[in-house]
Each structure stands twice: as structure tokens, then as C-alpha cells.
């Protein structure tokens, strides 16, 4: 059984830092790229980064410099660390695993990141 599973999300002041985990199982983990996405109510969901199973990233123009996308392959995990950041960071945010070899995808439940003094 698959599974995609976020954590780390919280309430964080502006400037403030937080490190999202997403821990992944019953897939070959070297087989998908890895990637985070956020979603606000009532806006569609956006991609914030991704990450190649050989470590090419990519990053939204509003995020780069600040977030940093990494994998352990070892731990099937993926990590998104965030430094400085703004009251519009605030969404939930979900993993993405996707498969490099066909039309194959996963979504975690998401993670709630709230930035707010």
C-alpha cells in the first residue's frame, strides 16, 4: 500500500523558519521525482519545488532563495526547507511522488503552514 505522508507544518512568524518531511512507502522511491505543491481556499494548487531522483531541482520564482528542496533516499523522505518566511507562504501543503516511468502519481494529505504574527 502506498503511502505519502506530511509533517512538519505549523504557526510560524513572519521570518521565522519551518522544515516540512514527507515520508514515503510502498513505492521504489529511486523511481519517482519527488515534489512539494501548496494550496490557499479557492485558488488552484501551485508548485512550490521539485526534485529529480538524481537531485536536479526546480523552484517557483516566489520561493526561490528561501526554500530548499532535498531527498534521502535512504529514508525514502523529502524534505522542504523554509527560511524567511512571509504571511503569503501560508497554505496547506501537499507531497507529490511521480512516477518516471508512466502516468503514475501520489498525493500526500497535506500540511498546514500558517505565518502569522
Known amino acids: 500500500q502506498v503511502q505519502i505522508v506530511e509533517s512538519g507544518g505549523g504557526l510560524v512568524q513572519p521570518g521565522g523558519s519551518l522544515r516540512l518531511s514527507c515520508a514515503a512507502s510502498g513505492i521504489s522511491f529511486i523511481s519517482y521525482d519527488m515534489g512539494w505543491y501548496r494550496q490557499i481556499p479557492g485558488k488552484q494548487r501551485e508548485l512550490v519545488a521539485t526534485i529529480t531522483s538524481v537531485g536536479t531541482t526546480t523552484y517557483a520564482d516566489s520561493v526561490k532563495g528561501r526554500f530548499t528542496i532535498s531527498r534521502d533516499s535512504a529514508k525514502k523522505t523529502v524534505f522542504l526547507q523554509m527560511n524567511s518566511l512571509k504571511p503569503e507562504d501560508t497554505a496547506v501543503y501537499y507531497c507529490?511522488?511521480?512516477?518516471?516511468?508512466?502516468?503514475?502519481?501520489?498525493w500526500g494529505q497535506g500540511t498546514q503552514v500558517t505565518v502569522s504574527s
Open positions: 507529490h511522488a511521480d512516477f518516471r516511468f508512466g502516468a503514475r502519481d501520489y
